[in-house]
């Protein structure tokens, strides 16, 4: 190595330190944006759309629209949806397919959304509650359909049907058998 080239090196390595020194003096007047977590967590905005977890979305009189089609647990790329169905029978005789257990396992949930893409009812949703930290992984399956079901509830009566309307007029009574063997004799007076 040259005396010219040894300066120039050195002259490199102190510009290039110089250089880290400017980027960290600016950060150190910067104003701080930490957060104080968990004290902050009243203050704390989460973005409506952010993904968190799956859930079931229950009506004002704790209904859920879940069907038990299955499709959500179809379409899932990890298996993460597990459901049970029974079947139960309806005051009319009928048998309906009804959901017995929704089981979410949050672990292995990769957040895409094609569950709730695909359902056909609008059933679940993400919500946006991020504090899912547990201590173990197996608290992080779930059973979405938390509420019971209200099986007891009175079916809707089928709507009665309306009476046939009945004929705007009546026909004539056809004659009795024996005018009409009369006729014939009265002509003949004639
Ligand atoms: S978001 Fe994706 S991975 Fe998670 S349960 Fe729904 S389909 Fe499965
Ligand atoms: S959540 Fe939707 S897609 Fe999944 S089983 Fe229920 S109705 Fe079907």
Known sequence: ???KEYFVSIFKGFHSLLKGMAVTGKELVTPKVTEQYPENRAELHIPER???T???IYDDNGYHKCIACGSCERNCPNQTISITKRMVELPD???KQKLDKYIYDLGSCTFCGLCVQVCPTNAIRFSNDFEQAVFTREK???QLNYLPE???APAPAPAAKPAAPKPATEKPA???ADET???PQENKEQ
């Open 50 to 52: 952010f993904r968190a």
């Open 1 to 3: 190595m040259s005396i």
């Open 93 to 95: 005789g009928k048998k």
């Open 181 to 183: 063997k009369q006729e």
């Open 54 to 56: 799956l859930e079931f």
């Open 174 to 176: 056809a004659p009795a």
């Open 140 to 142: 992080l399956v779930k």
């Open 150 to 152: 209200k099986d007891d």
